[in-house]
């Protein structure tokens, strides 16, 4: 790896912490604004114990004071405190918890959408304009415009309800089939749609032609020169969606009853639990900055001519 | 196999809907299932809108549980796909059951065991339900939720619980008690308590349930450093207020002890007529000292010692819960259900779901706009059941709604405001929301304190409220009562209004804005008393806000009339009016704040029961307070009920509330089970049941 690359890599992971930062504080500040509190109820606690409360946790103090001891926390100990609603929970453990689940349903949807995807993509590139193209496309288009609710719902009535062939609620490994397959179904529209203009872009670059006019057999062609070089969109594509499916996905996770993040991330505004609120969102964006760092740096390997500076 | 089969044919189904240009065109070669869902889920998606005005099925639940409900927004407009299902019978892919027959019927011999295996889960009686999402905490001390509290009741045995008779009428008997003693009155007026626990108590642990458990569990929950929803549960207990005091003593606590290993002396302030329910309450039950002392014991089945019919064996957090029976619990021979599995979500068409596959025995939740469908389509399954609360509309008592250049001030004015909101209070018609909007069995209210709320004498505390013969409470709330309500309504606002004859509307009024948590069910009910009051020409906005916000709003009372509910702790009158008082925290109708603070206009004559107090144009502090004091400190059962009418008539005298209906209890239950029951809390209990 040359030193530019480092220097770029080095920027790349500086930039990634200040993005960090700035989603912290903005958090933490905006969250703070919002009307309501952690121990605010239908039915209300005495002033004395809302602020024994608020002295347990450290409420009471200035908000400044209470951003830079958070921070403190954080970098030093990384420590997220305790939930204020899930009370004797640690905040890094309800994550933990709800992560791994989402990213067992992310990466499973991730994989299943590349794997179909860009087959599929390359064969409707290699059949442009036959019927197996015009099909692949139809389908495609019908996937990436169809919202996952309605996905979501549509399978759990047929194969949870009427053939009540797989649970409709995602307590199980059994149950993660129908979550899982709602949620790859859009990447893989759209990784399949994907490959296919980049694979079409490059077939008629003069470097196959020249493979061609060489006598390279057709099947060398599609895999050592053509798919690797269309490659680099779906990659651009695969790193922000594999942290957008990996982060959970509220609404599959609300139809299926799935005890992932995104649902733990929704309760917690509601709840104004603070240190949830930040847990999750801190988790969610360093994923997301480093899925884009890993894409980014992926590029170079797949193509050495992209300069990374 | 199935799986992959499953698999293969989701796939299939969405490519086939896809292919169709994702029109509901059909196809029936390539994927039968595809075709018959979209076929049948237009026209439930055109009902949707109608069925969106159907009722707030979370009125039902407390309403601090809504506030998750109400996220589910997504998730809800997933329910026209979900309607597709009522006709599924009709469905050609029905090609998992037709299989399982042709399997049934093969004489192989493998199967005869799997057949047997499954009767045996059957027999080894397991049952799944699903009440609501992952309880805030299963800490007795800290739980306030409903769904906690049932989740608890399984897991802790308190000095009394509740049970059915053999008529299924509901009673409090004594559970880790001998008996539920009656109360020793002492000569300063406090009454004393002594339990003896039952032989053979013990933790989940094996280690044995002292008396001295109890006793810290009382003082843990009632501290000022636990800081717990339903610390006041101990209000009753005498040093309770030594220990809330602004500066409270270094050794103010709670005046309970154990005098040995098996007895409990509990004092109380004074006698209440509710003490044994409160012992069935989950805050009163005991934990153990070196097992709380883990801050997270409760979050865990490995730190989580019990003493009830049940231990926790597992919990996968916002997935399930599972308790299996306690071989150590005293009463395990009576114990008829080996384990309890409660899942937990809180999207009510997920619920539905699982429900309707089999999956689920018992769903605490249904989406609003299927109750219409659910009624019909699973008559003996949907279930309604009584529960103590009132769902009502509130006013700010500092709201200024006299006409502009109104010329009364101070006492009159308020006299004048409250005759305009009780005149108000009649225009609505209760029946219309109850059978067209909620639809869930709800109950027309003519008072606050909630039916279910019963007199010393058994009789319902609602019917004997107010002054009129006619009718139970404070208006008459019967269908044909309508029309003469709105006549009396109208001749009320003409004395401060312009009212045109012909067209039938005021003018002068000012504009109202009612302000509601975001809902669905609150908005179909916004709508409908916007609606009302536009038909005399009052304009009253809408404005929703967030659960938490909408707190916080309503609590500081930033707003002119809001949607309210209140759900009862206990079977006492006490708990719908102890919170207008002017310090109580749930005071949203800011009686006796702001400007309201000096309004000397309520009346108050107790001196025909044998109390030294009378006041005449006094502020709400001079009355009401002292009025709810004098019922807290009164030992004479009858004449506190009498007291306790006194403060609902001035209460309803205000019109501040206007009660809309009581709450009910909705839930589906597979008739396979046998041996539920509820209380009126909204506790469901499942130890006793067998699932055929």
Not at chain 1, 226 to 242: E, Q, R
Not at chain 1, 244 to 269: D, H, K, M, N, W
Not at chain 2, 208 to 213: L, N, P
Not at chain 2, 384 to 411: F, H, K, M, R
Request: hydrophobic share 45%; charged share 20%; proline share 4%.
């Amino acid at each position: 790896m040359s030193s530019k690359t480092l220097k770029y890599i080095l920027k790349r992971i500086l930039l990634a912490i200040v993005t960090v930062w700035v989603v912290i504080t903005v958090t933490f500040f905006v969250m703070h604004a919002v009307p309501g509190g952690p121990f605010m109820g239908e039915k209300a606690i005495s002033a004395a114990a809302q602020a024994a409360l608020e002295a347990k946790y450290g409420l009471d103090k200035p908000l400044l004071q209470q951003y830079f001891t958070y921070l403190k926390d954080i970098v030093t100990r990384f420590d997220f405190g305790p939930s204020l609603k899930q009370r004797g929970r640690m905040v890094i453990d309800i994550i933990a918890d709800g992560m791994k689940t989402s990213a067992r349903l992310g990466v499973v949807a991730a994989c299943l959408a590349a794997v179909i995807g860009i087959p599929l993509g390359a064969v409707a590139a290699l059949r442009r304009n036959k019927l197996i193209d015009k099909i692949i496309m139809v389908v495609t288009t019908a996937f990436v415009s169809m919202p996952s609710f309605i996905m979501g719902s549509l399978l759990l009535v047929v194969f949870a309800i009427r053939l009540a062939w797989l649970p409709a609620n995602g307590s199980t490994a059994e149950g993660l089939i129908l979550p899982i397959i709602t949620l790859a179904l859009y990447p893989m529209a759209y990784i399949t749609r994907l490959t296919r203009s980049s694979m079409l872009d490059v077939l008629g670059q003069d470097y196959i032609r020249t493979a061609k006019a060489k006598g390279v057999s057709g099947v060398k062609i599609i895999f050592g020169h053509a798919l690797k070089n269309s490659l680099i969109p779906v990659i651009t594509y695969f790193g922000p969606m594999l942290a957008y499916i990996v982060t959970g996905s509220l609404v599959v996770e609300q139809i299926f009853a799935v005890p992932g993040i995104g649902r733990a991330f929704v309760s917690s505004i509601t709840n104004r639990d603070y240190p949830m609120v930040m847990g999750t969102t801190i988790v969610l964006a360093v994923l997301i900055v480093v899925m884009n760092l890993v894409s980014d740096i992926l590029y170079k390997v797949v193509d050495p001519r992209i300069n990374l500076e | 196999m199935k799986k992959i089969l499953a698999l293969v044919l989701a796939l299939a189904m969405v490519f086939a809907l896809a292919a169709c240009g994702g029109t509901a065109a059909p196809k029936a070669s390539e994927a039968p299932a595809a075709t018959e869902a979209p076929a049948e889920e237009s026209p439930a998606a055109e009902e949707a809108p109608a069925a969106e005005e159907a009722a707030p099925a979370e009125e039902a639940a407390p309403a601090e549980e809504a506030a998750p409900a109400e996220e589910a927004a997504p998730a809800e407009e997933a329910a026209p796909a979900e309607e597709a299902a009522p006709a599924e019978e009709a469905a050609p892919a029905e090609e998992a059951p037709a299989a399982e027959e042709a399997a049934a019927e093969e004489p192989a011999a493998e199967e005869a065991p799997a057949a047997e295996e499954v009767a045996a889960e059957a027999g080894a009686s397991s049952i799944a339900v699903c009440l609501a999402s992952e309880p805030d905490t299963l800490d007795p001390a800290l739980n306030s939720a409903v769904d906690g509290a049932t989740l608890v009741s399984h897991l802790f045995s308190g000095l009394a619980k509740w049970a059915q008779d053999d008529t299924g009428a509901l009673v409090i008997v004594p559970d880790a008690a001998t008996e539920l003693v009656e109360g020793v009155q002492n000569e300063d007026g406090t009454v004393t308590y002594t339990y003896t626990l039952r032989d053979g108590m013990k933790w989940s642990d094996g280690k044995d349930v002292t008396a001295a458990d109890f006793a810290f569990a009382w003082q843990r929950a009632a501290s000022v450093e636990l800081g717990a929803d339903y610390g006041y549960m101990f209000e009753v207990i005498d040093g309770y207020d030594d220990v809330w005091a602004d500066e409270p003593a270094e050794d103010a606590q709670l005046n309970v002890k154990a005098i040995d290993d098996k007895t409990l002396e509990v004092t109380l302030a004074n006698a209440v007529s509710y003490w044994n329910e409160l012992l069935a309450f989950p805050t009163y039950f005991p934990v153990r000292e070196d097992v709380v002392a883990d801050e997270g014991w409760a979050t865990d089945p490995s730190t989580y010692v019990c003493n009830g019919a049940y231990t926790m064996t597992g919990w996968n957090h916002n997935s399930l819960i599972t308790l299996e029976k306690n071989a150590n619990y005293v009463d395990a021979d009576k114990i008829l259900m080996d384990k309890i599995e409660f899942y937990l979500s809180d999207d009510a068409n997920n619920q539905l779901s699982n429900f309707k596959n089999g999956t689920w025995q018992l769903i605490d939740d249904v989406p609003t706009n299927e109750i219409a469908a659910l009624k019909a389509d699973y008559p003996d399954e949907f279930k309604v059941e009584g529960q103590i609360g009132t769902y009502y509309v509130c006013w700010n008592v500092n709201e200024d709604i006299l006409p502009e250049g109104s010329e009364l001030e101070g006492a009159e004015a308020e006299a004048a405001k409250a005759e305009i909101r009780n005149a108000i209070s009649l225009i609505f018609d209760r029946n219309y929301i109850v059978d067209e909007i909620a639809q869930g069995g709800q109950v027309p209210a003519s008072s606050f304190v909630a039916m279910g709320m019963t007199n010393p004498d058994g009789t319902q505390f609602y019917q004997t409220a107010g002054s009129s013969e006619d009718f139970d409470g404070y208006y008459n709330v019967s269908a044909d009562a309508l029309e003469d309500n709105f006549t009396q309504a109208i001749e009320v606002l003409k004395k401060y209004y312009d009212y045109d004859e012909t067209t039938g509307q005021f003018s002068g009024f000012p504009t109202l804005t009612y302000l509601y948590n975001t809902s669905e069910g609150h908005k179909a009910i916004g709508e409908y008393l916007q609606s009302a009051l536009a038909g005399i020409g009052i304009t009253m906005n809408l404005e929703n806000q967030e659960w938490a916000t909408f707190l916080n709003t309503r609590k500081n009372g930033d707003y002119s009339i809001a949607r309210n509910g209140w759900l009862a702790d206990y079977n006492d009158p006490i708990c719908f009016l102890d919170m207008w008082t002017t310090a109580s925290g749930n005071n949203d109708v800011q009686f006796g704040k702001g400007a309201h603070k000096d309004v000397a206009a309520y009346s108050l004559d107790l001196t025909d029961l044998g109390l030294d107090v009378k006041v005449e144009n006094g502020t709400w502090a001079e009355t009401y307070d002292v009025l709810i004091k004098a019922i807290k400190g009164c030992t004479d059962n009858e004449v506190r009920y009498e007291l306790m009418h006194r403060a609902e008539d001035l209460l309803m005298s205000t019109g501040c509330i206007c009660p809309l209906y009581f709450y009910t209890d909705l839930f589906m239950l597979s008739k396979d089970v046998d041996g539920f029951f509820s209380n009126p809390l909204g506790y469901k209990y499942f130890m006793y049941c067998t699932v055929a």
